[in-house]
């Protein structure tokens, strides 16, 4: 039953690969958008980081972005 | 589970059948992240709404991605039902052009550093390729090819059995919502790139 269901009657390497292909690439498109978004998010507070007091008080009343940005990133470091 | 051990084998094909559950809905998804991205285009050019092309932009590798896989695991699909992992068929050969648009549609917003220019060359190139959407859903019909005709028609003359329309159709929505998280992400991406490059002028 089960090397029946591993063997598919011989088509078992073209299926389980195309299977594998699909979800790994998957995968790694997530990963690597996962990555890109949270270096992203690093690279915001760096910058956000540098700016005085006051025009910091600005962005966050000006841009919900930047206020979402921010409370995302305390919340996974 | 439905696709590898529930639904049924193809009385011609035999298990090979089930690669079709990967292969079709990728297919779907490559082609309409294309049309969205040209129909996106068209409305840019239209509108000038800068938002619409962030969204393209984001679109873009999610459909390259599932074209390759498209054209992938119909090459998988291809050798132990044609006997060749390849040939320069209409569908094949219009899919692998599709690609290429895909390609050069990226290409154009990471080598074109001006922002503008970049967004108007990438709208001219999905413009362009939108002509090649029709040329891949009716190559099938227009040409005599080793691609099978469309089994799956919106006029309810489906050739397509329920027990191996309902896995594909799963399979489907699970690869919708996938191809919605990233958009998301990418989307999310985008916009912090903009804010971070006008931190100062917010």
Redesign the interface.
């Given at each position: 039953m089960i090397e029946n269901?591993i063997l598919?009657?011989?088509?078992?390497l073209?299926?389980w690969?195309?299977?594998a292909?699909?979800f790994l690439?998957?995968g790694i498109?997530?990963y690597k958008?996962?990555k890109?978004?949270k270096k992203?998010?690093k690279?915001?507070i760096k910058?956000?980081d540098q700016?005085p007091e006051s025009?910091k008080k600005?962005?966050l009343s000006?841009?919900k972005?930047?206020s979402q940005?921010l409370a995302t990133y305390n919340k996974s470091i | 589970m439905f696709a590898l051990l529930l639904s049924p084998p193809d009385y011609l094909q035999g298990d090979s059948v089930r690669i079709m559950y990967v292969h079709v809905p990728s297919a779907w998804i490559g082609l309409a992240s294309f049309t969205s991205i040209a129909l996106l285009s068209i409305l840019s050019f239209i509108f000038k709404i800068k938002n619409l092309n962030l969204i393209t932009k984001s679109i873009a590798p999610i459909g390259l991605m599932f074209t390759c896989l498209a054209i992938v695991t119909g090459s998988l699909w291809g050798k132990p039902t044609w006997g060749t992992w390849w040939a320069w068929d209409a569908r094949i050969t219009s899919m692998m052009v599709l690609s290429i648009f895909y390609i050069l549609f990226i290409l154009s917003h990471k080598l074109i550093e001006q922002e503008d220019k970049a967004n108007k060359v990438s709208n001219i190139i999905a413009i362009i390729g939108l002509i090649n959407i029709p040329v891949i859903k009716y190559s099938v019909d227009w040409w005599n090819t080793l691609h099978q005709p469309a089994s799956i028609k919106l006029d309810g003359t489906s050739t397509i059995h329920s027990s191996m329309l309902l896995p594909l159709m799963l399979m489907l929505l699970v690869l919708l919502l996938y191809c919605a998280l990233i958009l998301l992400m990418k989307y999310k991406t985008e916009i912090i790139r903009i804010k971070k490059k006008n931190i100062k002028r917010i």
């Amino acid at each position: 039953m089960i090397e029946n269901f591993i063997l598919m009657n011989g088509y078992g390497l073209y299926v389980w690969l195309s299977f594998a292909i699909t979800f790994l690439a998957c995968g790694i498109i997530y990963y690597k958008t996962y990555k890109t978004l949270k270096k992203y998010e690093k690279d915001f507070i760096k910058e956000f980081d540098q700016l005085p007091e006051s025009e910091k008080k600005l962005v966050l009343s000006k841009s919900k972005v930047a206020s979402q940005v921010l409370a995302t990133y305390n919340k996974s470091i | 589970m439905f696709a590898l051990l529930l639904s049924p084998p193809d009385y011609l094909q035999g298990d090979s059948v089930r690669i079709m559950y990967v292969h079709v809905p990728s297919a779907w998804i490559g082609l309409a992240s294309f049309t969205s991205i040209a129909l996106l285009s068209i409305l840019s050019f239209i509108f000038k709404i800068k938002n619409l092309n962030l969204i393209t932009k984001s679109i873009a590798p999610i459909g390259l991605m599932f074209t390759c896989l498209a054209i992938v695991t119909g090459s998988l699909w291809g050798k132990p039902t044609w006997g060749t992992w390849w040939a320069w068929d209409a569908r094949i050969t219009s899919m692998m052009v599709l690609s290429i648009f895909y390609i050069l549609f990226i290409l154009s917003h990471k080598l074109i550093e001006q922002e503008d220019k970049a967004n108007k060359v990438s709208n001219i190139i999905a413009i362009i390729g939108l002509i090649n959407i029709p040329v891949i859903k009716y190559s099938v019909d227009w040409w005599n090819t080793l691609h099978q005709p469309a089994s799956i028609k919106l006029d309810g003359t489906s050739t397509i059995h329920s027990s191996m329309l309902l896995p594909l159709m799963l399979m489907l929505l699970v690869l919708l919502l996938y191809c919605a998280l990233i958009l998301l992400m990418k989307y999310k991406t985008e916009i912090i790139r903009i804010k971070k490059k006008n931190i100062k002028r917010i």
